[in-house]
């Protein structure tokens, strides 16, 4: 794939945000962003670099009335090595493949993917933050541009990349949260699209997002769709339990949940840090009684944004289960302790899942 690279001025470039503390979660951008350009005639063309901008969008396109959108999220984390690192972006690629069908949108090059990601990185480098639990979040994300009003798919479509600079995502940081389990409220259920990344997921959250701030929980924990009994996802997470201080249970994958890359590496660490894992359909009568008789240990988030985020209660039919008396669990330390050595290139990597920044393989054309 050859890139056309359009320059940005030192004039037009953003001041960087030197204090980490103050990033956020994606409050600031950087000053480029990939985009390509997909019609059923020709495919994908006209791969470009250019300066971080609005959109023109027709008010009858397509995605603004049908949501006919996907996205990703990963991150870029620099070591005190000065390497620049992603962790299992080949998983992002595939992911977002996958999203595309349910969508009913094309498919883009894995190879395509991961090179948009690493030329983009490699301009922007000077965004990517030194300071260990910052990173640079990566948003590759396509959505239909066809100008019309009846209920299909699109024909045409743009596929973009924006970065972030980002700190903690939450902000307590790395400290137990709150969550409010939602018994009556629906994010997703089998056949729909609870196992796509794709922004009507997130919209369906939001009502009982609110509600949970308001109750003074950080997130929602869902029930499933059908019974509103067994345990599903967080909203920007999915969820572990961990049994007798040595057993991790995570609800298998049914179609409703997204397929986490950091659940997956969890998973995988698991047998390596001397747990047992298990997948496997859990309600929330078996949860609420594992935390009453002190089964339940800890319980933790897995994802890109939060990386592990320990739980600290469970607000459930207005009772407040507390776990662990709040405190971050020694499992959940140690997942995060080795997640975030791997990214950052302090520890060993035994599963070749850390792919340093190179110059891109293909040849960046500079206009």
Not at 22 to 51: A, H, S, V
Not at 86 to 93: C, D, G, L, T
Not at 115 to 133: F, H, T
Request: aromatic share 10%; net charge negative; glycine share 8%.
């Amino acid at each position: 794939m050859k890139i056309a690279v359009h320059p940005v001025s030192e004039s037009e470039l953003k001041p960087l945000i030197t204090d980490t503390s103050k990033l956020g979660f994606c409050r600031f951008f950087t000053d480029r962003m990939f985009t390509m350009d997909y019609n059923e005639e020709e495919g994908w063309t006209n791969p470009q670099i250019g300066p971080f901008r609005p959109f023109e969008v027709d008010p009858s396109s397509l995605v603004l009335h049908y949501a006919q959108e996907i996205f990703e999220g990963l991150k870029a984390f620099k070591g005190k090595d000065g390497v620049i690192r992603f962790f299992r972006p080949e998983m992002n690629a595939k992911r977002f493949n996958r999203s595309a069908d349910r969508l009913c949108m094309p498919h883009f090059l894995e190879n395509d993917f991961l090179e948009s990601i690493y030329a983009l990185v490699n301009l922007e480098k000077r965004w990517v933050p030194d300071s260990k639990g910052a990173a640079l979040y990566i948003r590759p994300f396509m959505f239909a541009t066809d100008k019309a009003l009846g209920v299909r798919a699109s024909s045409t479509y743009l596929y973009c990349v924006i970065l972030s600079p980002v700190g903690p995502y939450y902000q307590e940081g790395f400290s137990p949260v709150s969550l409010f389990v939602s018994d009556e409220l629906t994010r997703a259920a089998k056949g729909g699209l609870g196992e796509a990344k794709t922004g009507a997921n997130y919209a369906a959250s939001l009502l009982a997002g609110r509600i949970a701030r308001k109750k003074g929980c950080a997130q929602v924990l869902w029930l499933d769709g059908a019974e509103h009994r067994y345990i599903e996802e967080v909203g920007a997470m999915n969820i572990f339990f961990v049994f007798n201080g040595n057993q991790l249970v995570t609800p298998q994958l049914n179609g409703s949940i997204l397929a986490g890359v950091t659940r997956d590496s969890v998973l995988r660490l698991a047998s390596m840090l001397g747990l047992r894992a298990e997948e496997r359909k859990i309600s929330i009568d078996e949860v609420i009684g594992g935390i009453t008789t002190g089964s339940i240990t800890e319980i933790f988030g897995t994802g890109t944004a939060a990386s592990i985020s320990p739980v600290g209660s469970l607000q459930f039919k207005e009772n407040d289960y507390v776990v662990n008396n709040r405190n971050v669990g020694p499992v959940s330390q140690q997942m995060f302790d080795t997640l975030r050595g791997i990214q950052y290139g302090e520890i060993e990597d035994p599963f070749g899942w850390v792919v340093p920044l190179q110059e891109p393989q293909e040849k960046v054309l500079s206009l």
